[in-house]
């Protein structure tokens, strides 16, 4: 256990959070916040279940209201499920604000990861989809802890001087950018498979790192792709779900990526290492 925080400290294991992390987490006035697809579903739509068809992932779902509401209703009504409510910190951004990961990737869309840096330089990359300026599907910042400010650089001036926050579905700051309907995934994934989802230097360090993987979805084929992309070169890692039995498609994922599936909840794992 000793060896595993080392290896998050020194950045040979990478932690690599998925919305599973926000279970049991509920706002001040006691709504939830989304920690699954069906959850998030739900946020978007007001509370309303959707057709079989829609529920199967919210990717789908978003794309609907999207076509039916406008973009600006999708990127509003995501923005406003984190920036209006207040919650505390899930446990496992409380255990890795001690940590401090040189590099950590966060495919959730609040500011829950910037809150637990915010009293250190570090660098910020949001992922952006369908955009015609540049291949690029991603934005670089840097954060001044003094005046507690981010501000948009090049992506040739990153470095590996400060920690790196990567945030690839896009979050509610800096700027509004997110990945969340099935014309933002299939753009991203689509310029991803490119290279054009990370800056350079990342594609080089990321080389055979192991990873955290904590309440990822892999039963939904949108993630999985997301994390096949994001950790191609991957020497193995750990898995952590909130549950016990498996689908056919996560174990498959856990097989074929090398990785080790540890029976016990994210909050159990997370005690045994405090």
Known sequence: MD??????????????????????????????????????????????????????????????????????FIVQMTNHIYSSKNYELPSVYKWLKELKPKYIIDTNMDDSLQKIYSDVEHFLITGVSRITADWDRFLVYSFDVKEQKYTR???????????????????????????ISDADFVDWLTEAMGGYAMPN?????????????????????TFRMV???????????????????????????????????????????IKSHE
């Open 227 to 269: 994390a096949n992309e994001l950790t191609i070169d991957l020497k193995g890692g750990i898995t952590l779900f909130n549950k016990k039995e498996l689908t056919k498609k996560e174990d498959k994922f856990i097989k074929t990526h090398n990785l080790n599936n540890l029976d016990m909840s994210i909050d159990e794992f």
């Open 153 to 179: 650089i090049e992506k040739e001036k990153l470095t590996l001087d400060f920690p790196i926050l990567f945030k690839p579905m896009g979050s509610t700051k800096p700027e509004m950018n997110f990945i």
């Open 201 to 221: 230097l990342l594609k080089e360090y990321k080389k055979d790192k192991e990873y955290l993987f904590l309440g990822v979805d892999f039963s939904r084929d």
């Open 3 to 72: 060896d595993l925080i080392k290896k998050i400290k020194e950045g040979e294991l990478i932690p690599f959070l998925g919305m599973g992390v926000f279970a049991n987490t509920k706002a001040t006035d006691g709504s939830i916040i989304p920690y699954d697809s069906d959850s998030m579903i739900l946020a978007l739509n007001n509370g309303r279940a959707m057709s079989t068809r829609l529920m199967y992932e919210y990717s789908r779902a978003a794309m609907s209201l999207e076509q039916r509401k406008g973009r600006e």
